[in-house]
């Protein structure tokens, strides 16, 4: 048992170094060669085709990071295109189920199912499954469709795609709250209005 | 363009100054940092600049356009979702439109009382330590790579690479502490130089929100072992190190914000009592909802939403209690 978390745990390193970057070539062969047979790490790189195939729609990317300083360019010369964005980003995308259990991440989140993973289906319920919140607070209806509940209880952390109904419709329209407050708190600052702005509401 | 400036060489040489000043290697690396984090929040100002970025948190990853100048002294930005159903955000002056969001407006009490910058990189709390990276290249620019840690595991940790010729950040990553990023954001191409025609901020049909940016004004409480509240029935006894309470909104839901100039926090409080408890982590954003009682024995809801791990907004719900009404 110990060598099998030692072994998940050399493998998420692994994968932590390659999307750093700072895996060579040797340790990318090490992962895919761990990663063989393991349906959870499967599906991680199905996704990651899945996301490339979508960003490569917008340009080839490449990601390069080294110390030699590049030819000039004059940032008024035009649009000039990062080749960077689209690499980071899918790796980021199987980092972020993969290496998150390093702090206080639940393990529940931190290892990925086999099946379609949470957050996946959390974004696919945030693009279809939601119906239009209303920022000011819930409507009567779904005031009048709560549970009973009991009162003071711990609960488990959970995975955001076993939040359903009423509660995830509540907890989205907290969220947009939050993200909105943000925005027009941050004087200006860029993150905020990105998080408010990619935050999908129902079509 | 506004401003154009030899950052790399300006911030270089103040770090020389600083060391013959007799400043240790770590104490100019720092302030190196914080100059660069300082130009980034200006060159953002001050620039005129359009580009498309990623912004990936979990497993999805949305497109957004950016367009950004100015009308006079006045900034104009128009951020647009390409993914999805169309949604934008579009800054004109101290005038804010939310277009193609749904729903109703946020409540009237629920509009910042209080403005104080959150997110705000020009001003790193002392609770981070700011380090200076490698320079790197980054899409074909070089860059400065810079770290933003918090001395423990209760927040997230920022990394930012800078354009070293305009301090325009290239990519931005927040990251469990020690580890993985949760959330990018990086252009995937960006022009700097001419301001956009009025036109790119011209407001198309009726916009669902509108919002006035209110005006600045001074935190209302300090702690970091809790918050003070002055005007709920309501304490919190334990907040991240360096979360000031933001502001306190007494109407229902009652609200309370917290932050510490990078991370922010809502509490929400409500008297009707719906959810089942839960603790999720979406991308950088914790959702924690628990039931508790007042001092009169009627159940609440509180929910905690905020940019930090899971188990601070736990701990953050955890800590609330309940306190005689304020006379």
């Given at each position: 048992m110990k060598d099998e978390q030692q072994r998940e745990q050399r493998l998420r390193q692994a994968l932590s170094a390659l999307v750093d970057g700072e895996a060579h070539e040797l340790e990318v062969s090490q992962v895919l060669a761990r990663a063989r047979g393991r349906d959870d790490v499967k599906a991680r790189w199905a996704r990651y085709q899945l996301v490339s195939a979508a960003l490569q729609a917008g340009g080839q990317a490449r990601l390069e990071q080294e110390e030699t300083p590049p030819p000039p360019a004059k940032a008024s010369a035009g649009l000039w295109s990062f080749a960077a964005a689209a690499a980071l980003t899918l790796a980021l995308t199987v980092l972020l189920r993969t290496t998150?259990?390093?702090?206080?991440?639940?393990s529940d989140l931190a290892a990925s199912p086999a099946t379609p993973p949470a957050a996946f289906a959390l974004a696919g319920a945030f693009e279809a499954?939601?119906?239009?919140?209303?920022l000011g607070g819930r409507s009567d209806a779904d005031r009048k469709g709560a549970s009973l509940l009991r009162y003071g209880e711990a609960s488990a952390w959970v995975s955001?795609?076993?939040?359903?109904g009423a509660t995830q419709r509540h907890l989205q329209t907290l969220m947009r709250r939050h993200a909105e407050l943000n925005m027009l708190d941050s004087?200006?600052?860029?993150v905020p209005a990105v998080r408010l702005v990619a935050l999908a509401d129902a079509p | 363009m506004r401003r154009r400036a030899p950052l790399a060489l300006r911030l270089c040489l103040g770090g020389l100054i600083m060391l013959s000043g007799g400043a240790t290697g770590a104490e100019a690396t720092a302030a190196s940092g914080r100059a660069w984090l300082e130009a980034m929040a200006a060159a953002l100002r001050a620039n005129a600049y359009e580009g498309v970025l990623s912004y990936a948190r979990d497993d999805a990853v949305t497109e957004l356009r950016l367009v950004h100048g100015h009308q006079g002294s006045a900034i104009y930005e128009r951020l647009s979702r390409l993914d999805g159903a169309p949604k934008e955000m579009l800054r004109r002056g101290d005038e804010l439109f939310l277009l193609?969001?749904?729903?109703?407006?946020?409540?009237p009490a629920a509009v910042p009382r209080v403005q104080h910058p959150v997110t705000n990189f020009g001003d790193v709390p002392e609770t981070y330590q700011v380090q200076l990276g490698t320079p790197v290249r980054l899409g074909g620019r070089r860059a400065q790579h810079i770290f933003v840690d918090p001395q423990d595991a209760t927040r997230f940790a920022y990394q930012l690479w800078l354009?070293?010729?305009?301090?325009?950040?290239l990519r931005m990553t927040m990251n469990y502490h020690q580890g993985a990023p949760v959330e990018v954001v990086q252009f995937r191409a960006l022009a700097v130089g001419e301001e956009p025609p009025e036109a790119a901020f011209a407001l198309a049909g009726q916009p669902v929100h509108q919002h006035p940016v209110a005006p600045a004004q001074a935190a209302l409480a300090h702690g970091s072992e809790g918050v003070a509240l002055e005007a709920l029935s309501w304490r919190i006894a334990w907040v991240p190190p360096g979360f000031q309470l933001l502001a306190e909104v007494a109407d229902q839901p009652v609200m309370l914000r917290l932050g510490d100039g990078l991370a922010t926090v809502t509490v929400f409080i409500d008297a009707e009592v719906e959810d089942e408890p839960l603790a999720v982590q979406h991308g950088p954003t914790a959702a924690v909802v628990r039931h508790l009682r007042h001092c009169d024995g009627r159940p609440h809801q509180v929910t905690v939403i905020g940019e930090v791990p899971v188990g601070s907004a736990e701990r953050i719900a955890q800590s609330l209690h309940c306190a005689d009404p304020p006379s």
């Amino acid at each position: 048992m110990k060598d099998e978390q030692q072994r998940e745990q050399r493998l998420r390193q692994a994968l932590s170094a390659l999307v750093d970057g700072e895996a060579h070539e040797l340790e990318v062969s090490q992962v895919l060669a761990r990663a063989r047979g393991r349906d959870d790490v499967k599906a991680r790189w199905a996704r990651y085709q899945l996301v490339s195939a979508a960003l490569q729609a917008g340009g080839q990317a490449r990601l390069e990071q080294e110390e030699t300083p590049p030819p000039p360019a004059k940032a008024s010369a035009g649009l000039w295109s990062f080749a960077a964005a689209a690499a980071l980003t899918l790796a980021l995308t199987v980092l972020l189920r993969t290496t998150g259990g390093e702090s206080a991440v639940p393990s529940d989140l931190a290892a990925s199912p086999a099946t379609p993973p949470a957050a996946f289906a959390l974004a696919g319920a945030f693009e279809a499954g939601f119906q239009p919140v209303a920022l000011g607070g819930r409507s009567d209806a779904d005031r009048k469709g709560a549970s009973l509940l009991r009162y003071g209880e711990a609960s488990a952390w959970v995975s955001p795609a076993t939040v359903r109904g009423a509660t995830q419709r509540h907890l989205q329209t907290l969220m947009r709250r939050h993200a909105e407050l943000n925005m027009l708190d941050s004087a200006g600052a860029l993150v905020p209005a990105v998080r408010l702005v990619a935050l999908a509401d129902a079509p | 363009m506004r401003r154009r400036a030899p950052l790399a060489l300006r911030l270089c040489l103040g770090g020389l100054i600083m060391l013959s000043g007799g400043a240790t290697g770590a104490e100019a690396t720092a302030a190196s940092g914080r100059a660069w984090l300082e130009a980034m929040a200006a060159a953002l100002r001050a620039n005129a600049y359009e580009g498309v970025l990623s912004y990936a948190r979990d497993d999805a990853v949305t497109e957004l356009r950016l367009v950004h100048g100015h009308q006079g002294s006045a900034i104009y930005e128009r951020l647009s979702r390409l993914d999805g159903a169309p949604k934008e955000m579009l800054r004109r002056g101290d005038e804010l439109f939310l277009l193609g969001q749904e729903g109703e407006a946020l409540p009237p009490a629920a509009v910042p009382r209080v403005q104080h910058p959150v997110t705000n990189f020009g001003d790193v709390p002392e609770t981070y330590q700011v380090q200076l990276g490698t320079p790197v290249r980054l899409g074909g620019r070089r860059a400065q790579h810079i770290f933003v840690d918090p001395q423990d595991a209760t927040r997230f940790a920022y990394q930012l690479w800078l354009d070293e010729e305009t301090a325009l950040p290239l990519r931005m990553t927040m990251n469990y502490h020690q580890g993985a990023p949760v959330e990018v954001v990086q252009f995937r191409a960006l022009a700097v130089g001419e301001e956009p025609p009025e036109a790119a901020f011209a407001l198309a049909g009726q916009p669902v929100h509108q919002h006035p940016v209110a005006p600045a004004q001074a935190a209302l409480a300090h702690g970091s072992e809790g918050v003070a509240l002055e005007a709920l029935s309501w304490r919190i006894a334990w907040v991240p190190p360096g979360f000031q309470l933001l502001a306190e909104v007494a109407d229902q839901p009652v609200m309370l914000r917290l932050g510490d100039g990078l991370a922010t926090v809502t509490v929400f409080i409500d008297a009707e009592v719906e959810d089942e408890p839960l603790a999720v982590q979406h991308g950088p954003t914790a959702a924690v909802v628990r039931h508790l009682r007042h001092c009169d024995g009627r159940p609440h809801q509180v929910t905690v939403i905020g940019e930090v791990p899971v188990g601070s907004a736990e701990r953050i719900a955890q800590s609330l209690h309940c306190a005689d009404p304020p006379s």
